[in-house]
């Protein structure tokens, strides 16, 4: 799992500076300049905020997991299969960063406004549904 994280930031990285090199007209994972250029120009306020909403659900799902996963151990464990049956807190928070760090670069070049806003939209719903089921699982463990 190390090597192929390793290898997946190299090659972002190398995107990266392949865009700044004019190659690509794109942004990529640690290409901050051209991150937070287009964040300033290409978003607006509205979109800004389904985003805030997007990491407020993201923040919520990861504290909810990690809560289950460490003080309820063999009464709970974790259905997403990239992060297997019983991962550390350390991976959850690492997956977790670097899977929304790579999603906004992502939407950023991908989507258009309209698009964009919509997508989030369809986004966190589904990131909703997941925080209220890690909240139901919570209290039924809570209080069995």
Same mark, same amino acid.
């Given at each position: 799992?190390?090597?192929?994280?390793?290898?997946?930031?190299?090659?972002?990285?190398?995107?990266?500076?392949?865009?700044?090199?004019?190659?690509?007209?794109?942004?990529?994972?640690?290409?901050?300049?051209?991150?937070?250029?287009?964040?300033?120009?290409?978003?607006?306020?509205?979109?800004? *905020?389904? +985003?805030?909403?997007?990491?407020?659900?993201?923040?919520?799902?990861?504290?909810? %997991? $990690?809560?289950? =996963?460490?003080?309820?151990?063999?009464?709970?464990?974790?259905?997403?299969?990239?992060?297997?049956?019983?991962?550390?807190?350390?991976?959850?928070?690492?997956?977790?960063?670097?899977?929304?760090?790579?999603?906004?670069?992502?939407?950023? *070049?991908? +989507?258009?406004?309209?698009?964009?806003?919509?997508?989030?939209?369809?986004?966190? %719903? $589904?990131?909703? =549904?997941?925080?209220?089921?890690?909240?139901?699982?919570?209290?039924?463990?809570?209080?069995?």
């Amino acid at each position: 799992m190390k090597k192929i994280i390793f290898l997946l930031i190299v090659c972002l990285f190398l995107a990266g500076e392949n865009v700044r090199a004019g190659v690509w007209d794109a942004t990529f994972l640690f290409d901050t300049t051209t991150i937070k250029k287009n964040w300033q120009e290409k978003w607006d306020e509205e979109e800004k *905020d389904v +985003f805030y909403w997007y990491l407020g659900l993201q923040a919520t799902d990861t504290i909810t %997991t $990690i809560n289950l =996963l460490t003080r309820h151990k063999g009464r709970a464990r974790e259905l997403n299969p990239i992060f297997g049956k019983n991962p550390s807190v350390k991976r959850i928070l690492i997956q977790k960063l670097l899977a929304n760090w790579l999603f906004f670069s992502i939407w950023n *070049d991908c +989507f258009e406004r309209d698009e964009r806003k919509e997508f989030f939209q369809v986004v966190n %719903t $589904i990131c909703t =549904l997941v925080v209220a089921n890690n909240l139901i699982i919570t209290i039924k463990v809570e209080f069995e």
